[in-house]
């Protein structure tokens, strides 16, 4: 079935330590989203990519960055993780930008 | 600022009844808003795309109503069952910005037997 992977589903890392995210999508989409959310928060959109074009929401710390090497994969790259980064890390893609978002399971950030 | 609004407090009902969720939201019209089913630990499932031209969509057990001058939209789900158990969020775009979906808080939906 075409669907969003997200690896790792549990990632545990250390004050500082710079940590990478992935998710790839065998739906072929356009559009893919990065959203961090806290505990009974809205996810909250980071950035997201229309094809290689690159979208940073305005809010989102320089520490997020993001890389998209195909249609198939992108990655989230935090490069100085804080306690207040611990959180879900969600992927979702999208055929058209503000179309139905497709998301995966998310990758749940621990932060020691 | 623009925001949207979900009950916060869960809500509890009983098997077969039906459960109706709020979403309100400030400001700008969209064109469009979204409905979701996120499971705990899970990332969130679309469920229903209502237009703004749109009174009413539905989708088996489900419907969604969409009005634009009380900036709200109600979410049901019939004939309620304990698997319909999650938090559901609405989502639409709040800056017109044609990309970004911004998503409720979700509620809280209990189902018991």
């Known amino acids: 079935d075409a669907m969003v992977i997200q690896n790792p589903r549990y990632q545990v890392t250390q004050f500082g330590k710079p940590v990478t995210l992935s998710c790839s999508q065998t739906l072929n989409h356009n559009v893919m989203y990065w959203y961090q959310q806290k505990s009974s928060q809205a996810p909250k959109l980071l950035f997201h990519y229309y094809d290689k074009d690159f979208n940073n929401e305005a809010d989102t710390p320089d520490n997020f960055q993001s890389r998209r090497p195909n249609t198939s994969f992108c990655f989230l790259d935090i490069r100085s993780p804080g306690l207040g980064d611990a959180a879900m890390y969600l992927c979702a893609t999208s055929t058209r930008q503000g179309g139905i978002q497709y998301f995966g399971a998310g990758t749940r950030l621990s932060v020691l | 600022s623009q925001k949207i609004e979900q009950n916060s407090e869960a809500l509890n009902i009983q098997e077969g009844k039906t459960a109706t969720l709020t979403c309100n939201y400030t400001?700008?019209?969209?064109?469009?808003l979204q409905w979701y089913r996120q499971d705990p630990g899970r990332g969130p499932v679309f469920l229903l795309l209502?237009?703004?031209?749109?009174k009413e969509k539905r989708k088996e057990r489900l419907k969604v109503t969409f009005d634009t001058t009380l900036k709200q939209s109600l979410f049901h789900i019939t004939a309620s069952q304990p698997a319909d158990s999650a938090t559901y969020l609405c989502a639409l775009d709040l800056s017109n910005s044609g990309y970004a979906l911004n998503f409720g808080k979700g509620t809280s939906l209990l189902v018991t037997p």
């Open positions: 400001n700008y019209s969209p064109a469009y």
């Open positions: 209502i237009r703004e031209n749109e």
